[in-house]
Nanobody, 119 residues
Framework: QVQLVESGGGLVQAGGSLRLSCDASGRTGDLAIVGWIRRAPGKEQEFVAAVTWSGGETSYADSVKGRFTISRDSAKDTVYLQMNSLKPEDTDEYYC????????????WGQGTQVTVSS
């Protein structure tokens, strides 16, 4: 199994930046994709970004394209989400998830980290 721990959330003013980290441990050699979703009470879960573990291919939600960048450091088993030009509507709980190569869905999740953007 893979364990994920997020960090880097916090309070920032609109237009500011934050970098989230997702540290993976356990059977990281099985990882295929690592991604971020966000969710707030009363709102639907929203895909944010994902990166393939081996090739580094990335994908983004339209709402964050051009502002957020996902990257991975395979040596450190860490995935980063650099968030720039933050908006109040980016306020959410952000979760890191991972899908192992043998799984058909995301099979590991972190505990979440809160991002709050003030106007």
């Amino acid at each position: 199994q893979v364990q994920l721990v997020e960090s880097g959330g916090g309070l920032v003013q609109a237009g500011g930046s934050l970098r989230l980290s997702c540290d993976a441990s356990g059977r990281t050699g099985d990882l295929a994709i690592v991604g971020w979703i966000r969710r707030a009470p009363g709102k639907e879960q929203e895909f944010v970004a994902a990166v393939t573990w081996s090739g580094g291919e990335t994908s983004y939600a339209d709402s964050v394209k051009g502002r957020f960048t996902i990257s991975r450091d395979s040596a450190k088993d860490t995935v980063y989400l650099q968030m720039n030009s933050l908006k109040p509507e980016d306020t959410d709980e952000y979760y890191c998830g991972a899908r192992s190569s043998w799984a058909s869905v995301y099979n590991a999740w972190g505990q979440g980290t809160q991002v709050t953007v003030s106007s």
